[in-house]
């Protein structure tokens, strides 16, 4: 594994810690407000980055002590999505962000995972001539998927 970040000519990869928790889709806005109210989650000139899945089931069943009370039946939850974001490789960080996901999560024993990684940085270099950026050919991807609902 590479143990340090590195460059290329356009980005930086950097050591970051990546956080990933799953929770009912209902739940997500509240746990990310209280994520973000402790880091911004920023990605150069963008900020409230994260990952949503789309909506899985879990399955799980309650044991002797559950806040449920234990069950012989195996339950499955629909809805329950995965979201990931990154935050800097700082464990005093990382101990605020885990203990608010767990005081805004539902669940008793939220499934809550932090992963080393390296991850890409722009370093923001003049991209006006490059034909792959969304902007240099279709303009705004949201203003063209408005368009599009508004000819459905």
């Avoid at 329950?80 to 974001?85: A, G, I, L």
């Avoid at 935050?87 to 101990?95: G, N, Y």
């Avoid at 805004?104 to 991209?127: F, N, T």
Wanted: no cysteine; aromatic share 8%.
């Amino acid at each position: 594994m590479i143990d340090s970040g590195f460059e290329t000519r356009s980005l930086r990869m950097e050591l970051l810690l990546l956080v990933t928790f799953q929770a009912p889709a209902a739940d997500v806005e509240r746990i990310m407000e209280a994520v973000v109210a402790i880091t911004p989650l920023r990605m150069g000139k963008y900020d409230s980055n994260a990952y949503q899945s789309a909506q899985g089931v879990e399955r799980y069943r309650p044991l002797e002590g559950a806040a449920a009370g234990a069950e012989t039946e195996l339950r499955r939850r629909p809805g329950t999505v995965e979201v990931s974001f990154e935050i800097a490789d700082d464990q005093a960080l990382a101990t605020r962000v885990v203990e608010a996901i767990f005081q805004a999560h539902s669940y008793q024993e939220p499934v809550i995972r932090i992963q080393p990684l390296l991850a890409s940085r722009s370093k923001g270099l003049d991209d006006h001539a490059n034909p792959n950026r969304w902007w240099n050919t279709t303009g705004d991807w949201k203003k063209t998927a408005q368009r599009i609902e508004e000819n459905a």
